[in-house]
């Protein structure tokens, strides 16, 4: 019974760890197995977020891929707003999250960009922006349910792979206390950090921080292209 309690979940769950970019899974392959350990515990939770297909996401472009790492903490937990990208939301979300709707106010102080079209930052993924929460998943209407799931060992694994083949040619943005806890892991990089954009939190340090011309301004000086901050 105990083999069969075992099995079930990870036939659910399928081959994950081949979800990811091949070059995140050469680059991760010691964490496979930490990897099915926590997606078992993501299975048994059934209100857990976001949606499977999407739970790893971030992981989507090879590393290489990567300019820029913006860091959260989790999900948003509600289930509408959970797309597992850090800070995205699905387009056309309407009332935006709050954290989500003071990115946008520092993006049109900092760069002045008066028109978000469509709430949609997934785009920034596309163009070198990895949005990488420190935990994956959650539960559904519940913050920070799966902190003990072992997703804080996986992620750091990332981020320290991602600064093997970025190293100096990466910027970091960490957005509050639990991002900059891995300011060590991200010695190689170029940092940058503040206050989070949460309403808790936001004025005091976040708006005025103008991260996203911080950012644009260190990348060409490593010679890389500035990031389209539009969506």
């Known amino acids: 019974m105990l083999l069969r309690l075992t099995i079930l979940p990870l036939f659910r769950l399928g081959f994950v760890f081949e979800e990811m970019h091949p070059a995140w899974q050469a680059l991760l392959e010691d964490k496979r197995e930490l990897l099915t350990q926590i997606l078992v515990r993501y299975s048994e939770d059934p ?40 800070f995205a939301v699905p387009e056309g979300t309407l009332p935006l999250p709050p954290s989500l709707g003071n990115i946008f106010k ?45 997703w804080g060992e996986f992620t750091e694994a990332a981020v320290a792979a991602l600064c093997r083949v970025r190293g100096k040619n990466l910027v970091a943005i960490l957005w509050g206390q639990k991002a900059q806890e891995l300011a060590g892991v991200l010695k190689d990089a170029r940092v940058i950090s503040s206050a989070h954009p949460s309403p808790l939190s936001s004025y005091r340090g976040f708006f005025g921080s103008k991260p996203f011309s911080a950012c644009n301004k260190l990348l060409l000086e490593l010679g890389e292209p500035e990031i389209d901050w539009s969506c």
């Not at 992981?59 to 797309?83: K, T, W």
């Open 106 to 150: 520092e993006l049109r102080n900092d760069l002045g960009v008066s028109i978000v079209k469509t709430a949609d930052i997934s785009v920034w993924a596309q163009r070198g922006v990895m949005l990488l929460n420190r935990h994956l998943s959650t539960s559904a209407n519940n913050s920070a349910a799966h902190l003990n799931f072992g």
């Open 47 to 86: 209100n857990a977020i976001p949606a499977r297909q999407n739970l790893l996401r971030a992981f989507e472009y090879p590393p290489e891929h990567y300019r820029v790492l913006i860091l959260g903490q989790d999900p948003y937990p509600n289930p509408e707003h959970a797309i597992g990208l850090a």
